[in-house]
């Protein structure tokens, strides 16, 4: 007895209509039978659809279905990557040869379903890894602000010597180290300005020579002093001292 595929084919679509009551849309139903139903994520909301996954499946009937292939495409997609369109239809048609000879409309949407599920969350993975990334690099930045460059013993010393040429530090201090190496008396032929004496600093200030006043006590025991050899060999001598003797 050979099958009937129309009335296979109109129970069929008499039970999906009450399974995606609402939901199915029946575009032609006379000499073939053609109709849309709608899959999403969990997550999609119409009024916010870059949250999920979504499209509509588009079947036709061939005329020899179920033993036949029904013909798959896919409508309307949203927030499909370039390749879901393709991955996706190759998906249906594995499942296709495995429900060959049965009424398999609702098991191909399940799968499609399944399909989509799986996708986005791999999205929402990527997205949270993604963000981790991105709050890593973010602290490593941060970090890197109050950690500055490394320093090693060749670097420190590199930026000692540019510093202390920049500010003047190197010069000074050769200055200062020939100072130390000039005698009393280089410094003294060195510098005009020691020659000058306090009288005529005093002069400048607009003081006479009279208004000088000078302690003459410490001059009173000068002639007593002995200027012998022995004296200035002696280095407890101490001026004055010789009238206890």
Avoid at 8 to 26: F, H, K, R, T, V
Avoid at 118 to 133: G, L, N, S, T, V
Avoid at 196 to 212: C, F, M, N, P, Q
Wanted: aromatic share 8%; glycine share 4%; proline share 2%.
């Amino acid at each position: 007895m050979s099958r009937n595929y129309q009335e296979d084919q109109n129970n069929e679509i008499e039970a999906l209509d009450s399974i995606y009551c609402g939901e199915m849309e029946i575009l032609e139903s006379q000499s073939v039978h053609k109709f849309r139903i709608p899959i999403a994520t969990e997550e999609f909301d119409k009024d916010q659809e870059e949250n999920g996954l979504a499209c509509k499946l588009l079947f036709t009937y061939t005329p020899t279905y179920p033993d036949e292939a029904p013909l798959v495409e896919i409508d309307e997609p949203v927030n499909f990557a370039e390749d879901f369109e393709e991955r996706l239809l190759q998906h249906i048609k594995k499942s296709i040869e495995e429900y060959l000879g049965m009424e398999m409309i609702f098991s191909l949407v399940s799968t499609a379903q399944e399909w989509l599920n799986e996708r986005w969350d791999d999205h929402k993975k990527a997205q949270e890894e993604e963000r981790e990334r991105n709050l890593l690099a973010a602290e490593e930045a941060e970090r890197k602000k109050f950690e500055g460059t490394r320093v090693t013993v060749e670097s420190f010393m590199k930026w000692k010597m540019i510093f202390e040429e920049t500010t003047g530090i190197t010069a000074k201090r050769e200055k200062i180290n020939e100072n130390k190496k000039l005698t009393g008396r280089e410094l003294f032929m060195q510098d005009n300005t020691l020659n000058e004496s306090d009288l005529k600093y005093l002069l400048e200030a607009g003081d006479s020579i009279e208004s000088v006043k000078i302690d003459e006590s410490l001059f009173q025991a000068i002639g007593d002093i002995d200027f012998d050899d022995e004296d200035e060999e002696d280095e407890d001598w101490v001026p004055g001292n010789d009238d206890d003797d």
